[in-house]
């Protein structure tokens, strides 16, 4: 039994093997098998017979078992030739997943990177390290790719469609596997650097691994241990992003809240700007150009360690540890801040009011001449309400510069647990693991509301009203320069919050053969049956001023306290039985059940279940499907997220300009969400396209239902030596689906004659619409919104094909490698509630387009229909030469977003140019050259982006700020240009 344990143990862990041979890792995407889950035998110690595995999609062990799921594989030596320094790069590009947030996201990034398989949102698939669920960055449950340990990583398994019944919640989209190097013995030094031609965007990096086998054999530890920073690209250093452009204008275009001061006195006028030379409000002719401080690569620093242990400390029994230790720090940096739009009071006495701004003051507020100029020239101390004025105010504070939030994250998970088999036909493994995420933020560089106006309280240049000797009075009303450092220290107080997540999880699974097999077959039926229990808590903690609604200037939605936990209870069954093998027209059919039960403390009991199989009718063709009734409980955040007010994306506002002074009815839906009548004819959009919404938690949210399945085909054809070829045809559909509306549903849902019948003003959809009291607009205070509530309304669908052709064939001279991996997807629809209308995203982008149900920080991004992935590898004696090809399919701009801003009852709002309302196809190649200098030495150069092609100018209002930023969608299609790099690994 020694023997049979020992085997099992050196060539598998619980699910998945060790190590890919080196010439086939070149293909970027390979279908798992036998070959690809256990590694080259050839790399195997030599005493080590070959054991059982289990692949990513099943927890079974069986030594002849490949899964009935769809299972691709990448492999070390293709993370090696692209050189990538974090996973979430890699896995953004693979066909059928969608962009998420990552390094390319500057404004919307929380410090924590995701994936997001076939466009279904990342709270929709599953991050495992060597099988064991990670412990989440946020509420949502979403593991941050930037702890992963890529030195260590040896290979990565993504399963798409659903494996709930194997892994439980969060898997209805699929599984993402990270399988670690087993049993690494000696030392291993990888070090790179990474510049692009424009000599920015510098990224260093470098792992020391360190491995022993202990005991001949008996056991085995390793380290790793890695450092890694990447400094920014700036928009500002690429042609595409130097100047904002409006996507309906095509002009240079930019924020209202500029430099000189833009105001509004609530008079009827709108919104005027100040005219330095004359000190007169005249209309608007100047906005600020945000592009060039934001960055299309996000600062990033990383320190990482990994160890992994193991000991057989007697027949049957081995012990086994796992220890994660991250820190991460990413720095977003953004345009300077501002009032933006928020409501002050101001001293008619002041002593920076230029006479026209005085006098427009005065007429707007029923003053004459005389009452005037005895206001302006008062002695008396400012009083909010007394003897001052209100009126919406956008200054640019650029005198203070950028802002800088730096989030870091500190991350530490330890899981250890035994293994071992009872008797020969029964395996055994029990475990415990627990994990906690930090994510603390520290931002400067954005002021206070409150400090802002307790500065422009003041009737002389040096003391304020409020008695405060620091308080430094602020002079708004001057050319760029005015603001002092004096001042702008003042309104200047860092804020800081964290997120704290923590998950515990006890496992146990007894897997193994009957020791019998069905009457038509050689192997015995396999099965695995196991129960886990986990827990997850999450809280946020902020200071006062983040707890503040529009306390802080420029950052978005208030931050309160908030705090959520959940556990649940799961057992579960799987059972793997070959029907027929080696018959004519059956070289194998075997068949796959499962299911699993979970009790969730907060959504209830569910049951989820699958059934698949294989069948291969000879020893080179194999049918494989899988059909799977899945669930998703709510997180954290759908749960508890308490309500807030924060910023959307959306170019347009139905009530703006002067369609309501003639359009009685949409007059009257604008005065009923709140707008003052002397704001009709001169509301605006929000300039910088980011109106307001009001989402939050929904205590009553149930359980969301998915039903996927898969079918297909794997070819290894015995007449064509090499060549594999796997198509599968995956449909996932969510009914009851968690989901928020967009931006665009909630307004089409007043505003849109079809949805609200003679636009009738009291219907609840327009009425819980709230508006700025001050200007009508949809933004410039808390108390203005539009709501995106959670609830179980939505439905999401999506279907598609996945292809893979890999071929090797040795041409004498050379070694030859092609692969080819292809992703064609159908259909990606979402449709928020009964109510709004059906969405279909696959190949269009728009504001309202992006992740189906993913929430409104994952809105935006771009699915096209058709990409692939094809590498083409000459590998001589001691240099590897290989091409990667990248395809993304042409893209179009949403016909529905068309159609509603054509029939919003507002011939202003006006869809985008003609001219960004296509992408053309995106063609990229990068070349890798390894030179294997000695036998334990080899040097790699990879030039990404080789042809330098520019990404497609689409205007900056198109889409959501996360993914449509510096006039393109910079996470989609490469915006920093020709990069190289190059890598060197020492081995002893």
């Known amino acids: 039994m020694k023997a049979v344990f020992r085997s099992r143990l050196l060539v598998s862990s619980l699910l998945i093997g060790t190590t890919l041979s080196a010439h086939p890792a070149f293909a970027q995407i390979v279908p798992q098998t036998e070959e690809t889950a256990t590694g080259d035998a050839s790399q195997a110690p030599a005493d080590v017979p070959s054991g059982d595995i289990v692949v990513t999609g099943t927890l079974i062990r069986n030594p002849n078992l490949t899964s009935s799921s769809p299972v691709n594989v990448v492999g070390q030596e293709e993370l090696a030739l692209r050189q990538s320094n974090v996973a979430e790069e890699v896995l953004r590009s693979l066909p059928g997943v969608v962009p998420s947030i990552g390094s390319s996201v500057n404004n919307g990034n929380g410090g924590s990177s995701f994936v997001d398989l076939r466009g279904l949102g990342p709270q929709r698939n599953l991050v495992l390290l060597n099988g064991s669920r990670l412990v989440p960055a946020d509420f ?435 059972i793997i039985a070959p029907l027929v093998q080696d018959r004519p027209f059956f070289h194998n059919l075997t068949l796959e059940l499962g299911a699993r039960y979970s009790d969730y403390s907060t959504a209830g009991s569910n049951w989820t279940w699958k059934a698949g199989g294989n069948w291969e009718p000879t020893n080179w063709i194999k049918v494989r499907g899988n059909y799977q009734k899945a669930t998703r409980a709510p997180n954290i955040g759908e749960l508890f997220s308490p309500q807030v007010t924060g910023l959307d994306n959306f170019a347009t506002d139905p009530c703006q300009g002067a369609a309501p002074v003639t359009n009685a009815q949409l007059r009257a839906i604008c005065l009923a969400q709140g707008a003052p009548a002397s704001s009709i004819g001169s509301i605006e959009a929000e300039p910088s396209a980011q109106p307001n919404n009001r989402t939050g938690g929904n205590l009553d949210l149930g359980v969301e239902k998915a039903t996927t399945w898969t079918a297909g085909v794997v070819v290894t054809p015995d007449f064509v030596p090499g060549l594999t070829i796997s198509a599968d045809y995956y449909n996932i559909k969510v009914r009851d689906a968690i989901s928020q509306p967009s931006f665009g549903d909630a307004l089409n849902a007043c505003f849109l004659e079809s949805n609200n019948p003679g636009l009738d003003p009291t219907n609840p959809a327009c009425t819980a619409i709230r508006r700025n009291p001050a200007t009508g607009g949809l933004f410039g205070t808390a108390g203005a919104y539009v709501p995106l509530p959670y609830s179980n309304s939505g439905r999401i669908w999506t279907d598609g094909v996945d292809l893979t052709i890999n071929y090797r064939r040795d041409l004498q001279f050379a070694k030859l490698d092609l692969s080819f991996a292809g992703n064609w997807t159908n259909a990606s629809k979402f449709q928020a509630t009964p109510a709004s209308v059906i969405r279909e995203c696959v190949g269009y982008y728009s504001n309202s387009c992006g992740s189906p149900g993913a929430g409104i920080n994952f809105r935006g991004s771009i699915q096209p229909e058709w990409s692939f992935n094809q590498r083409t590898t000459l590998s001589f004696d001691k240099i590897d030469v290989s091409l990667l090809w990248r395809y993304v399919d042409k893209m179009e701009y949403e016909p529905l977003a068309v159609e509603e801003l054509l029939n919003d009852n507002n011939p202003d709002t006006d869809p985008p140019l003609e001219q960004f309302r296509r992408i053309k196809a995106a063609h990229y190649f990068d070349l890798a050259t390894r030179f294997a200098a000695t036998e334990n030495f080899d040097f790699t150069v990879t030039v990404t982006n080789l042809f330098d092609k520019d990404p497609p100018l689409v205007g900056n209002t198109i889409g959501s700020t996360s993914f449509n930023s510096g006039n393109t969608y910079p996470s989609t299609y490469d915006a920093l240009g020709r990069r190289f790099a190059f890598g060197a690994k020492l081995r002893f």
């Open 140 to 574: 949502n449950g979403q593991v941050n790719l930037n702890i992963i340990p890529l030195a260590l990583v040896d290979r990565v398994d993504v399963l798409t469609g659903g494996a709930t019944t194997t892994y439980g919640a969060d898997a209805v989209s699929g599984v993402v596997n990270f399988i670690t190097r087993k049993d690494f013995s000696g030392l291993e030094i990888n070090a790179s650097e990474q510049i692009t031609e424009r000599g920015d965007g510098n990224v260093f990096r470098v792992d020391l691994t360190t491995g022993a086998n202990l005991d001949d054999g008996r056991g085995n530890v390793t380290l790793s241990v890695g450092y890694q920073k990447a400094k920014p690209v700036f928009q500002g250093d690429r042609d595409v992003s130097i100047a904002q452009v409006d996507s309906v204008t095509g002009e240079e275009s930019g924020s209202g809240t500029t430099v000189p001061i833009r105001l509004n006195l609530g008079d009827g006028n709108g919104t005027l700007q100040l005219d330095p030379a004359s000190g007169n409000l005249v209309p608007s002719y100047q906005f600020f150009n945000f592009n060039p401080y934001n960055v299309f690569q996000t600062p990033f620093e990383r320190y990482s360690l990994y160890t992994a242990g193991r000991y057989e400390v007697a027949d049957g029994i081995e012990a086994y540890a796992e220890g994660l230790f991250s820190k991460t720090k990413v720095s977003t940096v953004i345009a300077p801040s501002g009032t933006f739009g928020l409501s002050y009071q101001i001293p008619y006495n002041s002593p920076f009011l230029p006479a026209g701004v005085l006098n427009a003051a005065c007429a707007a507020n029923g003053l004459d001449a005389a009452a005037c100029a005895a206001a302006a020239s008062s002695t008396a101390t400012p009083v909010a309400g007394q003897n001052t004025f209100g009126a919406t105010l956008s200054r640019r504070f650029t005198e203070g510069g950028s802002r800088i939030s730096e989030y870091t994250t500190q991350l530490f998970q330890f899981r250890t647990g035994l293994r071992g088999d009872v008797g020969e036909h029964l395996s055994y493994d029990v475990s415990g693991s627990y994990g906690e995420s930090e994510n603390t933020s520290r931002s400067t560089g954005q002021g206070l509301f409150s400090r802002t106006q307790a500065a422009l309280l003041a009737n002389n240049t040096t003391t304020c009203a409020n008695g405060d000797a620091a308080c430094v009075p602020l002079n708004l009303f001057g050319p760029e320069g005015s603001i002092t450092p004096e001042m702008f220290a003042y309104l200047n107080i860092p804020t800081t919050s964290a997120t704290k997540t923590s998950l515990a999880t006890v496992r146990g699974v007894l897997s193994g053969d009957f020791g019998f097999a069905t009457p038509g077959a050689n192997d015995a039926v396999g099965f695995a049956v196991g129960a886990e229990y986990r827990r997850y808590v999450a809280e946020s903690t902020s200071d006062l001023s983040s707890q503040t609604p529009d306390e802080v200037l420029g950052a978005g939605a208030a931050n309160p306290d908030s705090r959520g936990t959940y556990n649940v209870k799961e057992a579960f069954a799987e």
